[in-house]
């Protein structure tokens, strides 16, 4: 099954799309219980006094402290790599 995600939908086609995904997940999983199993993977890298970049697929989020904890109050931003 292939649902493509890469637009925004209104909200009745984002409701079909999930229930789709859970039904294809539940009948996945009744046929074997293995294909429960998952992995989330993220890389991080420290940068700048005490901010970090987060890589997790191909998302990128940064991540900083404010001046009283040692950081520059970078906001979390967050974009495709």
Do not use: C, K, Y
């Amino acid at each position: 099954m292939s649902i493509d995600t890469s637009t925004t939908a209104p909200a009745a086609d984002r409701d079909t799309q999930l229930n789709e995904i859970i039904t294809a997940t539940g009948a996945s999983v009744a046929e074997d219980v293995d294909n429960a199993l998952v992995v989330f993977r993220a890389d991080g890298e420290g940068v700048r006094q005490v901010a970090t970049d987060i890589r997790i697929g191909d998302h990128r989020i940064t991540v900083d402290e404010p001046p009283t904890l040692g950081g520059e109050d970078t906001r979390v931003v967050t974009q495709r790599a």
